[in-house]
């Protein structure tokens, strides 16, 4: 998985509760992005950032806030987590030499 | 709106067979198309990619076939085998790598 790891890889929360996922490189990239797959949908973009405190809306970044004070962490936080935002969150980075876009392992989130 | 669209949904080839999975777009502002494979409880993985300066490209038994005018490409998979049995997912660059993906298409490659 290119050097990223995500946490927690699964969890379950109640509607209402705020909840923050991590995800980790080692590759020292400044492009970081996090999608979520639904079925149907593919993946679509969260939110993406081009470096520390450097973050940017994605096409659905509604109920979505992200984070990044360092370069290796890229923090999601959903507010106040709502049961459509039941999904799966992948982290992705891109390699500045070749474009190419690695993604993490993925976080399987249910809200209920 | 679906900024990409892929087809067919699911697909069901015999071992040995060419498996095709097409996408079509709007954006001509798309400058890079990848595509990737995902297992189940996987994160994608970028199998193959192509820019639009380049008709086909072709690495191993996976082909991708670029057609600029009618906004279209697809992905061959030659000589199919079950360990090809994945889901398959198109994209395009919206720009600084910000991709937009396809519904994706399971791939079942019959023994």
């Known amino acids: 998985d290119a050097g990223i790891t995500q946490s927690p890889r699964h969890k379950v929360t109640e509607t209402g509760t705020p909840v923050t996922l991590r995800c980790h490189q080692t590759e020292n990239h400044r492009y970081m992005y996090w999608y979520r797959q639904d079925p149907g949908h593919g993946l679509r973009l969260i939110h993406y950032?081009?470096?520390?405190?450097?973050?940017d809306k994605g096409e659905v970044s509604d109920g979505y806030s992200v984070s990044r004070s360092k370069t290796e962490d890229f923090l999601l936080t959903l507010e106040s987590a709502t049961s459509s935002q039941t999904s799966v969150y992948f982290c992705a980075i891109t390699d500045p030499s070749s474009y190419e876009q690695y993604f993490g392992p993925g976080t399987r989130l249910t809200v209920t | 709106q679906q900024q990409v669209k892929q087809s067919p949904q699911s697909l069901i080839v015999q071992k040995g067979g060419i498996s095709i999975i097409n996408c079509a777009y709007e954006?001509?502002?798309?400058?890079?198309f990848p595509w990737y494979q995902q297992f189940p409880g996987k994160g994608p993985a970028l199998l193959i990619a192509?820019?639009?300066?380049?008709s086909e490209k072709k690495e191993g038994r996976f082909t991708i076939s670029f057609n600029k005018s009618a906004k279209q490409f697809s992905l061959h998979i030659m000589d199919s085998q079950p360990g090809d049995s994945a889901t398959y997912f198109c994209?395009?660059?919206?720009?600084?790598?910000?991709?937009?993906f396809g519904q994706g298409t399971r791939l079942t490659i019959n023994p």
């Open positions: 950032s081009y470096g520390v405190k450097d973050t």
């Open positions: 994209a395009a660059d919206q720009g600084a790598q910000k991709l937009v």
């Open positions: 192509i820019r639009p300066d380049v």
């Open positions: 954006n001509t502002a798309f400058d890079y």
